[in-house]
Nanobody
């Protein structure tokens, strides 16, 4: 079992930056694919970014390409999401997720989830 805890959310003005962190504990997650999903009020949870376990290849949803950067530090069991040029439409709860396998874009392919951290972008 992998436990995930997100941190780093907050209220930011549009154009600003934010760094989210995800601490993984429990079973070793270094080989797991890790992802960030987000959910805006009244909307479905959507994929934002992911990083594979073995090669650390990164994947991004089109709306966040060039603004989001995902990274991981396996020695610390941490995954990070750097968000630049924040937009009001980035507002939502950001979830860290892990799956024992390769990258997937669908949220129902991930077995482990954190409780999320709120990101609010004011215009």
């Amino acid at each position: 079992q992998v436990q995930l805890v997100e941190s780093g959310g907050g209220l930011v003005q549009a154009g600003g930056s934010l760094s989210l962190s995800c601490a993984a504990s429990g079973r070793s997650s270094s080989s797991y694919s890790m992802a960030w999903f987000r959910q805006a009020p009244g909307k479905e949870r959507e994929f934002a970014a992911a990083i594979s376990g073995t090669t650390s290849n990164t994947y991004y949803a089109d709306p966040v390409k060039g603004r989001f950067t995902i990274s991981r530090d396996n020695a610390k069991n941490m995954v990070y999401l750097r968000i630049n040029s924040l937009k009001p439409e980035d507002t939502g709860v950001y979830y860290c997720a892990a799956r024992n396998g390769g990258f997937r874009r669908r949220y129902d392919e991930y077995e482990h989830w954190g409780r999320g951290t709120q990101v609010t972008v004011s215009s």
